[in-house]
């Protein structure tokens, strides 16, 4: 029965900054997970949906699995850690390489007693030759009972069709849990946010980016539906941050704004008028009360 529709949730887990937002966005169409250079960019796990004549696919793109260092970092962790038990495929995605560190090792022990199908995915492939793709294979084969193994580049979109058949190969007949239009479980205002915060990500240095979270303090439609007024506020954990995102007269945040405008619109669809503020919240990372108010859930701690 070829023509049955599938649909079930699959998990990409690995460790941070292996491409596993851009991976989601490439195979849903759509930017709603956010991408940087650096480390520990998603916080939450997201829910975004493939729907296509052969079924449905509930993906959660899920924040890396690290060493923790504060109370935002368990938080991440264990979202990460405790989605492994509650979906039908993990798609574990990992770098080209001929050596496995122990960040790796680390997640391969949380995969060894699953009896959830692991496809493992080698992402990056743009990266490198094509005649070392079997090497990279041969150094990972061994290190867990993978189900499969496929090459891709997220970036690119190479070989992804590929791997999502290979998903629908281990998913069991099921019903249709979202209407096609779906793509995302995320409220509107928490995919602004991201982007915001995705923005100060790109244009910031190291330093800054893991101390700040963004909320949006009004998002409101004029009654003609021609324009959106946003006001957000940029969180930081230090006086001489809030200066660096501002920059020198101004010049920095304007950027920033005028980055988010463009993806917030396109989100949106409509012109979009954003106020962009920033204030400093000592420590919020290690704080309960400020977490939940920056969107992360008590109740995932």
């Not at 999502?164 to 209407?179: M, S």
């Not at 007024?229 to 941050?241: K, M, N, P």
């Not at 008028?273 to 420590?283: F, P, T």
Request: proline share 3%; hydrophobic share 40%.
């Amino acid at each position: 029965m070829e023509n049955e529709f599938k649909s079930g949730f699959v998990t990409l887990i690995g460790r941070p900054n292996v491409g596993k937002s851009t991976l989601m966005n490439q195979l849903i169409g759509m930017k709603i997970a956010i991408t940087s250079n650096k480390p520990q960019t998603t916080r939450n796990r997201i829910q975004t949906v493939y729907t296509s004549e052969k079924g449905q696919i509930i993906f959660l793109d899920t924040p890396g699995i690290h060493k923790a260092k504060n109370k935002l970092g368990e938080y991440m962790v264990s979202v990460a850690e405790r989605t492994l038990g509650e979906v039908d495929v993990v798609l574990w995605l990992v770098e080209p390489t001929t050596f496995i560190g122990a960040g790796e090792r680390h997640i391969a022990e949380q995969l060894s007693n699953l009896k959830t199908p692991v496809i493992l995915v080698i992402n990056k492939i743009d990266t490198v030759k094509k005649e070392e793709i079997l090497t990279f294979i041969d150094t990972y084969k061994d290190i867990c009972n993978f189900a499969e193994i496929v090459p891709v580049s997220a970036l690119k979109g190479e070989n992804t069709d590929n791997l999502v058949d290979t998903i629908f190969k281990y998913l069991k007949v099921g019903p249709q849990f979202y209407d096609e239009d779906t793509v995302t479980d995320q409220p509107e205002r928490q995919i602004v946010a991201e982007l915001i915060r995705e923005k100060v990500l790109r244009r910031m240095d190291d330093e800054i980016p893991h101390g700040i979270a963004v909320a949006i303090d009004q998002m409101k439609t004029r009654r003609h539906g021609h324009i959106t007024d946003i006001d957000a506020t940029i969180v930081c954990e230090r006086d001489s941050h809030k200066g660096m995102i501002i920059g020198k007269q101004g010049a920095m945040i304007k950027a920033i704004g005028s980055d988010a405008r463009v993806e917030i619109e396109n989100l949106l669809d409509t012109k979009v008028n954003l106020q962009l503020w920033v204030k400093v919240k000592k420590d919020w990372r290690d704080s309960d009360f400020l977490m939940k108010n920056y969107g992360y859930n008590k109740k995932e701690l």
